[in-house]
Nanobody
């Protein structure tokens, strides 16, 4: 099992940038595919980006391609989400997730979420 803690959320103006971090407990972080999802008020949770265990493969939702970058540092048990050119409609709680089975993009473990608010 893995426990996830997100940080880095906050208030940013439209067009601005934020970097989210998610630190995992345990010594098997590199065994897990990782992802970032978001949930806006009244909307379903959506997958924003994902990264394979080694970091060699990534996935992005069409809405964030070219603006968001997911990366990981297995030595630090941390996955990042660099977000640029943020839009007001991207205001949401952003969640970090780990795969279950570990290598898959099927998310079995979730962090508590971090709020991102983009002002217009």
């Amino acid at each position: 099992q893995v426990q996830l803690v997100e940080s880095g959320g906050g208030l940013v103006q439209a067009g601005g940038s934020l970097t989210l971090s998610c630190t995992a407990s345990g010594r098997t972080f590199s065994s897990y595919a990782m992802g970032w999802s978001r949930q806006a008020p009244g909307k379903e949770r959506e997958l924003v980006a994902a990264i394979s265990r080694s970091g060699s493969s990534t996935y992005y939702a069409d809405s964030v391609k070219g603006r968001f970058t997911i990366s990981r540092d297995n030595a630090k048990n941390t996955v990042y989400l660099q977000m640029n050119s943020l839009k007001p409609e991207e205001t949401a709680v952003y969640y970090c997730a780990a795969g279950n089975p570990p290598s898959s993009y099927s998310w079995g473990y979730w962090g508590q979420g971090t709020q991102v608010t983009v002002s217009s």
